[in-house]
């Protein structure tokens, strides 16, 4: 592997399920979620440089340096480990902004591992992780690398081993906001926590759901749309959906079926991550 060359999957993620439990003094939202990857995402290429500069390109639309999560988390592991050492950073961005399958968060955890080993800094992966959680609460999972069950704020992460079918995502038309979501006083906040065996059993849904299809008629047309064929979910805070198949042939069947003018794609479902599988492929 090149020393001063490294280029790695930002693979998606996808929530299974999502509840939200409560609501700390601090305004955090308490939940459980089920996160699982798919082997489709961004894609990032690591140039190690001596002058201690990092630089990103190209630039995302309507993020700015201080808020693009690759640039905070390159910026955070450097001076956390005093490193010397620089970063020209190129994105090829496939995961929608706003989509609620981890694209900006997926991003960061990509190179905090990746500019780990281009840097040869020596963190674990969970001292990684923990500097992942100060960047967002998603961020840790895609540190981590495994299937998981969640709860806290998402950063309590117990690793599951799941089935891994293929999943149909439709990519609707829109951006949802995390935080005017998390906002609205309409989000169901009290409910009650089950286990990972109660969900095996009888399943669970997203607390976000009912709030995203009043906001976004699109997400509501989209759902109704994929709820023809398959049992449609949606990931996160939206606004992507999913439902899942046997196999890559019955998800391309339905993809066929839907508009053209809809973005989908289809992806298979990872208990560990693309990326753990690509750099850590000895271990």
């Known amino acids: 592997m090149n020393d001063q060359l490294l280029g790695l999957p930002a693979p998606a993620k996808l929530n299974l399920f999502l509840h ?37 390109s190209p630039e ?14 390159a910026r955070l592991l450097q001076k956390t480990t005093r490193c010397s050492l620089g970063a020209d950073i190129r994105l090829q961005k496939r995961l ?3 989509g609620g399958i981890g694209g900006g968060s997926s991003d960061a955890a990509t190179t905090l591992i990746g500019l780990n080993h281009l840097w040869k800094t020596g963190l674990s992966l969970p001292q990684l992780a923990e500097l992942g959680l100060r960047l967002g609460a998603d961020v840790p999972v895609f540190v981590q690398g495994q299937a998981a069950w969640a709860e806290g704020v998402g ?4 690793p599951v081993e799941l089935d891994e079918p293929w999943y149909l995502v439709i990519i609707p038309p829109c951006q949802v906001s995390t935080a005017d979501i998390f906002s609205d006083q309409r989000l169901t906040r009290d409910t009650p926590p089950i286990t990972l065996a109660a ?9 976000c759901l009912p709030v995203v299809e ?11 749309l994929l709820n023809k064929y398959c049992e449609a979910k949606m990931t996160g805070t939206g606004s992507c959906l999913f439902g899942a198949f046997p196999n890559e042939r019955e998800a391309d069947k ?8 809809l973005q989908t794609f289809v992806a298979k479902g990872c208990n560990r991550s693309p990326l753990h599988q690509l750099l850590f492929k000895a271990a």
Do not use: K, W
Request: net charge negative; charged share 20%.
């Open 20 to 56: 939200i439990t409560g609501r700390r003094a601090d305004g955090y939202h308490t939940l459980q979620t089920l996160f699982q990857f798919i082997d489709h995402g961004d894609t990032l290429d690591f140039y190690c440089t001596s002058d201690g500069q990092i630089t990103l």
């Open 60 to 73: 995302l639309p309507g993020v700015s340096s201080d808020d693009n999560l690759i640039l905070r988390a």
């Open 96 to 98: 929608p902004m706003g």
């Open 155 to 158: 950063e309590r992460l117990t």
């Open 199 to 207: 969900f095996h059993e009888h399943g669970g849904r997203n607390d």
């Open 214 to 224: 009043a906001r976004y008629p699109a997400i509501r047309n989209a759902l109704i």
């Open 254 to 261: 339905v993809r066929a079926r839907l508009p053209a003018t």
